[in-house]
């Protein structure tokens, strides 16, 4: 795993949440559909499920247990790298946690943050650059490989 890829694993935890809340919606709206009630439509004779309710409940507490799930161990993961990037020390330590917590914890784009810092375009990608790299140099060997 590359840093950007580790750095990057609270927001896809974050997606993944929001698809399998989605997911859960869908289902949840079958669950409570009155079915086809277009009476231009020819009559359709079909088996119904016996349990129709009852699979949707599953699939819909599935989903929220695995929300659960993700959420705490996203919880643990966004502690650590929180405090990972406040470690990094130096005379940028303060620039490179700015740059680094704001694209990764709190998602802006690089734009927003050269605009937040006072610093050109420009600046502000070699500084964060610079920052994924004294963040790979203090904890590669803990994800780098993996």
């Known amino acids: 795993m590359i840093t950007k890829d580790y750095l990057s694993q609270v927001s896809n935890i974050d997606n993944r949440i929001k698809d399998l809340l989605k997911e859960a919606e869908k289902w949840y709206d079958i669950a409570t559909s009155t079915g086809n009630s277009d009476l231009t439509q020819p009559r359709v004779q079909s088996s119904p499920n016996p349990d129709r309710i009852g699979e949707v409940v599953g699939k819909v507490v599935d989903y929220q247990r695995e929300?659960?799930?993700?959420?705490?161990?996203?919880?643990?993961?966004?502690?650590?790298?929180?405090?990972?990037?406040?470690?990094?020390?130096?005379?940028?330590?303060?620039?490179?946690?700015?740059?680094?917590?704001?694209?990764?914890?709190?998602?802006?784009?690089?734009?927003?943050?050269?605009?937040?810092n006072d610093y050109s375009y420009r600046q502000t990608l070699t500084l964060f650059n610079q920052g994924l790299k004294e963040f790979e140099k203090k904890y590669g060997e803990t994800y780098l490989d993996k």
């Open 67 to 116: 929300c659960i799930r993700l959420a705490e161990s996203k919880t643990e993961l966004k502690h650590t790298i929180i405090e990972q990037i406040k470690s990094l020390k130096g005379e940028k330590g303060e620039m490179y946690y700015n740059l680094l917590y704001g694209y990764y914890i709190d998602n802006k784009k690089m734009g927003v943050l050269a605009v937040e």
